[in-house]
C-alpha cells in the first residue's frame, strides 16, 4: 500500500512518502493504496507535497487518519465517482494496473480508490475510514475481546501498520498506527 496522498478533505503526506513511490508491503508483494496520516477532517492546513511530516504533525490516536475504496473494478469506480461528485483523479501505477488518487478540482487528494488485488484483497468494498490508535495489537485484542472481529491485516507498510476490524454490529473501520 502506497500511494503520495493526502487525507481528509484536507490532507498530509505521508513520511518519506512521494508522488509516484510505489514501494511493496513489507512482504514484498504490490502495494495498494496507501494508508496516508492525515489532518482531522476539520482542519484547514495543508501540508506542501514535499513527502516530509513531523510527529507533531501526524494525527493523534482517535483521530481520523484516511479514507478509501477498495473494489474488484477500480477503474469503472473512478469514473463513477469523478462523474457524481466531480473528482478528478490520478493514477498510480502498480505494475500492471492502476490504483487512484481521487482530487478534487484543482488538485487536493482527497480519498482513494484501490483494486481488491495483492496485499488489498479481502479489504471490504465500501467506504473505509481509518483511526489512528497508540498500540494496534491492544486495540486488536480489546476489538476482539468485545466481540469484535479482524477482517484484514495487521500489515506493515510505509509509515506504520493497519487493519481492518468489524464490530459486533457488522461495521468495518481501519485502524492505523503511526512507525517508532
Not at 477503474?75 to 500492471?96: H, K, N, P, Q, T
Request: hydrophobic letters at 40%.
Amino acid at each position: 500500500m502506497s500511494i503520495q496522498v493526502q487525507g481528509g478533505v484536507q490532507g498530509r503526506p505521508a513520511p518519506g512518502v512521494r508522488k509516484g513511490d510505489r514501494r511493496g508491503d513489507s512482504d514484498g508483494s504490490p502495494a495498494g493504496l496507501a494508508l496516508i496520516p492525515a489532518a482531522p477532517l476539520a482542519s484547514a492546513a495543508v501540508l506542501p507535497h514535499d513527502g516530509a511530516m513531523s510527529d507533531t504533525d501526524k494525527p493523534a490516536p482517535g483521530q481520523l487518519a484516511w479514507h478509501d475504496l477498495t473494489v474488484d473494478d477500480a477503474s469503472g469506480i473512478r469514473d463513477f465517482y469523478a462523474d457524481v461528485v466531480g473528482w478528478e483523479f490520478e493514477g498510480l501505477s502498480m505494475g500492471d494496473y492502476d490504483d487512484y488518487v481521487m482530487k478534487a478540482p484543482g488538485g487536493d487528494a482527497v480519498a482513494g480508490v484501490c483494486h481488491a488485488r495483492g496485499s488489498n484483497a479481502g479489504v471490504p468494498p465500501q467506504w473505509l475510514l481509518y483511526v489512528v490508535v497508540a498500540d494496534l495489537a491492544a486495540s486488536l485484542a480489546v476489538a476482539q475481546a468485545k466481540g469484535g472481529e479482524v477482517v484484514h491485516g495487521p500489515r506493515t507498510m510505509p509509515g506504520g501498520s493497519m487493519a481492518v476490524v468489524r464490530d459486533p454490529a457488522g461495521a468495518v473501520l481501519g485502524l492505523w498506527q503511526h512507525e517508532g
